[in-house]
């Protein structure tokens, strides 16, 4: 597997509604979007085209908060870590391939996309190859040569949004396939069933879809990330299919809770704790009020482990945190990404999904401050773990503390 990493320039900024026509309006009940920025695709069939990050993704279960920079990806691989990236972006496909078998997609060679949609029901059509460097120059020549596509669809995170989007012409519209760590950018569905519906969707029903130009494209320092210091950056905007319910905002700039709120309901809920169970602490600073109130620093970008009031990890590994469950109970203590509304697959990758199947809906402990929860782009949460039968079963609804003694009902989806 190649180490993958970016050499980009972070200049350009990528608006295509100064260069194209505007061919209307459409805003229907399932897809509307905010008027002013929607436009109506021209209704002859959409031409798709792929190209996948394979080692998007690969720095999130062993705490590297991502895979950009040289040799991130390597270190990765060599802490244990198990590429995902293909097999995220196979699962959206297969959902197309079962509600629009044959469609025609344009596919980068090999492990760029290719390799990850032999044996489904699709019209495969193969770029011609090209030298593969095994760095972010691999997803910007694919790119480049997917410039007669309609909709390039990508799996990755946002290191790899921005280089494809800053590699399209004018007119192009982009689909993130969630296959990274953070994911910042509004360009991404909120799984890969959700991204592979909404291609079903556009094969079948394009009319029914309205676009809009002003998606953001952001990303973050990663090394700042990794020494605990969120640095986000909006870079430009990008042209996106719309839906309410199977597209994620972008997160924006970071938020600050009410944290008198919050440190109540986190010393409520250190006074609760059961002992043998392992609390493990999520990141963000509402999650982090827990270790406040136990008088420890929380890692606060990384995942915290609290047991019989101690801390017994900071900044743990996947690996790390399923050996210090061993047998013992384990409830889970998460935040609430601003806008978005991400309580798993966004920055907390460390959370395996067995770790959350052996804690069950009942041992998430979700902590957020009203206003974050009156901010969200929808009035639900969503969950991406990586295994499509957890989220089901952690769908429906849960009660987020948001004070001492004050409690939320929220919906919980899936995608």
Known sequence: MPACHRTRSKNKLFDNDSSE???????????AGPADTAVKMPAEVLTFGLVVNPVAGLGGTVGLKGTDGPGIAAE??????VPRAGERVRRAFARLAERAPATPVRAAPGELAVDWLVGLDLDIRPLPPFEVTG??????????ALTGC????????????LDVTDSLAPGQAVLGVPCGVKMHSGVFAVSPEAAGAMLADLVTSPDRFSW?????????DEAALRSGRLAPR?????????SRTRMQASKGGP????????????????????????????????????LTALGATPSLLGIDAVRDGRVVARDATAEELEALAGDTPVRIVLGVTGKQGFLLGRGNQQITPSLIARAGPEGLIVMASAEKLATLAQPRLWVDTGDPVLDRALSGYLRVKTGAGRETMMRVGAG
């Open 21 to 31: 026509e505007d061919h209307g309006t459409v805003n229907p009940p399932d897809h």
């Open 76 to 81: 990765a691989l060599d802490r244990g870590a």
């Open 135 to 144: 760095t972010a120059r691999d997803t910007r020549t694919a790119a480049r």
């Open 150 to 161: 309609d909709l390039v669809i990508f799996g990755g995170g946002d290191g790899t949004a």
């Open 212 to 220: 809009d130009d002003r998606a953001e494209v952001m990303d973050i």
């Open 234 to 242: 909006l870079f430009g905007h990008a042209r996106i299919p719309v």
């Open 255 to 290: 938020s600050f809770p009410a944290a008198g709120a919050l440190a109540g309901a986190a010393r409520e809920l250190v006074d609760s704790m059961t002992q043998g169970t392992l609390y493990v602490i999520g990141p963000g600073t509402s999650a982090g009020s827990v």
